[in-house]
């Protein structure tokens, strides 16, 4: 849960502005961020989902390797900001969000209201330096959580993913929509390229 006596630092919007450039779904528009539920589902393919799922914290992961090298400027995406720790809060707390929502409406449980800030706040913590120590902090986290909606994906019938219980999304277009994450990771970039390091340089140094 956010603590908002702490963590409302830097707003980069209103706080109840929509976190999507309006009109906007997500991956399909400069500016248009995973944040909220658009109103055109996600597209699927026949990929298998938990693989869309750990392919997108792949990605990210690698791109965060580079970030030791950030210079402390926030990257402007669309009408955000984005700093390294920006973007692995939101990578984690989006696969957060969705994977307690699938596990709720599997028990036949109503979901939790969603009160998240998501991007539309840049945090006091945001903007921090990443260091090698905030990198491998970041490979646990997210290969942990990657681990756990892959196995959860893969536990599921062909009927639960494509006729799933509750109301919302099929659990198979719930897996795309947060692979979509990848937003939030491209918008910080490759810091190696941005900087003008070497591409072999190691993280950390």
Do not use: C
């Not at 502005?17 to 528009?29: E, K, M, Q, S």
């Not at 392919?55 to 900001?81: E, I, K, N, Q, S």
């Not at 692995?88 to 109503?110: F, K, P, S, T, Y």
């Not at 109301?167 to 994450?181: P, Q």
């Amino acid at each position: 849960m956010t603590d908002t006596n702490h963590a409302l630092t830097v707003p980069d919007a209103a706080p109840d502005a929509p976190d999507t450039v309006p009109g906007a779904t997500p991956g399909t528009a400069p500016g248009a961020t995973p944040d909220t539920v658009p109103d055109e589902a996600p597209a699927t393919d026949d990929r298998d989902p938990a693989q869309v799922l750990t392919a997108m914290v792949g990605h990210v992961l690698a791109l965060a390797a580079t970030w030791t090298d950030w210079d402390g400027r926030p990257v402007p995406a669309g009408d955000r900001l984005y700093t390294p720790h920006k973007a692995i809060r939101r990578v984690a707390d989006h696969m957060v969000d969705h994977l307690a929502e699938m596990e709720a409406r599997l028990a036949g449980e109503e979901t939790q209201p969603d009160h998240w800030h998501a991007s539309a706040t840049t945090t006091a913590a945001d903007l921090a330096p990443f260091t090698g120590a905030d990198l491998d902090e970041a490979r646990s986290r997210l290969t942990r959580l990657a681990r756990i909606w892959a196995n959860r994906l893969d536990a599921l019938t062909p009927d639960e993913l494509d006729r799933s219980p509750g109301a919302g999304w099929t659990f198979r277009r719930l897996a795309f929509h947060v692979a979509e994450s990848v937003y939030y990771a491209d918008s910080v970039g490759d810091q190696h390229v941005r900087s003008g390091a070497p591409s072999g340089r190691s993280a950390g140094h």
